[in-house]
């Protein structure tokens, strides 16, 4: 069965501080992929990253990048220079690698992210 | 249209109550999902279409829930005789079916039973 742990329940980090939010995932899967979500208080997901389990290409997006690294089966996500409009909550999910990729995500607990001004 | 729209965006039922959940995906996408989120926890998947087929119902949590998607298009996530631990936030996504796409959530209709 797919499990994915997100350890840290709520961070709190003052604003331009870099913060740096956990995921550890567990498949039995060869394939698979690797998500993180952001959840904003409007309720909706917003994708931010997907994650071939091939590629450990760690990336980087403005000011959001990703640690992916398979030996430790964890996908972490840092922001650098945190501004206020962070604050959301964010989830890391997997999903088996079908065609298409995004069948049937499996999403951990979440983390409650606050960026104090 | 512009995202995936889902409607009401609360709904407070009585115990016992049946309701009806609508989603109307982005145009033209195939695959269709419903997720349920409990207060403070990540969504759980529900299950999976692909245009009508329901190809996955494996998460629907009993036999009281039951969804479909009769013309590939729009969906409804119906509960039969409300309960209260049915309450939390319904979410539908929908993605084209295709290598490297990403699913696109709607903001999801919340659910009260009391």
Do not use: M
């Amino acid at each position: 069965a797919q499990k994915v742990t997100q350890a840290q329940t709520e961070i709190s980090v003052v604003e331009k501080e870099d913060v740096t939010l956990d995921c550890v995932y567990e498949t039995r899967d060869t394939t698979y992929y690797l998500f993180w979500y952001k959840q904003p208080p409007s309720g909706e997901l917003v994708f931010l990253i997907r994650r071939n389990s091939f590629d450990e290409q760690n990336e980087i997006s403005g000011r959001y990048s990703w640690n992916f690294q398979k030996s430790t089966s964890s996908f972490n996500f840092t922001i650098t220079a945190s501004q206020v409009v962070d604050s959301a909550v964010y989830f890391c999910a997997l999903s088996e690698a079908t065609l298409g990729g995004n069948e049937k995500l499996t999403f951990g607990t979440g983390t409650r992210l606050t960026i104090i001004p | 249209g512009a995202g995936v729209s889902q409607s009401p965006r609360y709904k407070v039922a009585k115990r016992g109550q049946d309701v009806a959940l609508r989603c109307d995906p982005i145009s033209g996408h195939v695959s269709l999902f419903w997720y349920q989120q409990a207060l403070g926890q990540g969504p759980e998947f529900l299950t999976y279409f692909q245009n009508e087929a329901q190809l996955d119902k494996s998460g629907l949590p009993s036999d009281r829930f039951f969804a479909e998607r009769p013309e590939g298009s729009v969906s409804t996530l119906k509960i039969q005789r409300t309960q209260q631990e049915d309450s939390a936030v319904y979410l539908c996504a929908s993605s084209a079916y295709a290598a490297d796409t990403e699913a696109f959530f709607g903001q999801g209709t919340r659910l009260t039973v009391v």
